[in-house]
């Protein structure tokens, strides 16, 4: 079963622009991870946020994270084409014996050009 | 240090055959879990090992086993295909730190099976 929801579904955007994605998540994690997968391919690890920690940046990513209302959300300032792809939040919640990655739904994001 | 391979790539099956899908995790990662993706039920945990033995498995049937060797390449096999086993399979490892705290997983390119 997926942990999380993500919102919104789809999203198009101008190049340029910025675009923020949200994960919502069920129950109590150790770390919340973002990935990106393009076109059917395998997925890609962009970054990292542990439970004791809020927000994160990494380039143009930007992540925060609300323990209190198990969510976060991702921000991918001056987006560009070769952003095109969906974006999964995946928890990890090791300490509690779950010891996979729970995936959410993702969001597709489409950076037109 | 080279990423995650797996073996091969596409493969296509006709229902009641069985397969066998291979995993190379990056060199010194002894932790190796497997996911399949499907568009209806998005990304599932399949199953985790660690140093040749199952940690961690998912819900799904006992049709689906894996295996890891000394090397700590793995393999999952399916048998007695079903249409709805077509999907991407993903392999991935990662390091296992000491006290069991899990870090980033690194995932291969996948495997699409398509059963016909």
């Known amino acids: 079963s997926q942990q999380g929801e993500e919102d919104p579904q789809a999203l198009s955007i101008q190049e340029g622009e910025n675009a923020t994605m949200n994960c919502s998540y069920k129950?109590?994690?150790?770390?919340l991870q973002w990935y990106r997968q393009n076109s059917g391919r395998g997925l890609v690890h962009l970054i990292l946020i542990r439970s004791n920690e809020r927000e994160k940046h990494s380039g143009r990513l930007r992540v925060t994270l609300d323990t209190s209302k198990k969510s976060s959300s991702l921000l991918i300032t001056a987006s560009r084409a070769a952003d095109t792809a969906s974006y999964f939040c995946?928890?990890?919640?090791?300490?509690?014996?779950?010891?996979?990655?729970?995936f959410g739904s993702g969001t597709r994001l489409q950076v037109q050009p | 240090k080279a990423g995650v391979t797996q073996t091969p790539r596409y493969l296509i099956k006709t229902r009641g055959q069985q397969v066998t899908l291979s995993c190379s995790p990056i060199?010194?990662?002894?932790?190796v879990s497997w996911y399949q993706q499907t568009p209806g039920q998005g990304l599932q945990f399949l199953f985790e090992y660690f140093s040749e033995t199952q940690r961690n498995k998912g819900n799904f049937p006992g049709r689906f086993s894996g295996r890891q060797f000394s090397n700590s390449r793995s393999e999952m096999n399916v048998s007695t295909l079903e249409l709805g086993d077509s999907a991407l399979y993903l392999c991935?490892?990662?390091?296992?730190?000491?006290?069991?705290?899990?870090?980033?997983?690194?995932f291969g390119p996948g495997t699409r099976l398509l059963v016909l």
């Open positions: 060199s010194g990662h002894r932790s």
């Open positions: 995946a928890t990890d919640a090791w300490d509690t014996g779950r010891r996979a990655l729970t």
């Open positions: 129950t109590s994690i150790n770390n």
């Open positions: 991935a490892s990662r390091n296992w730190i000491a006290g069991g705290q899990q870090e980033t997983q690194y």
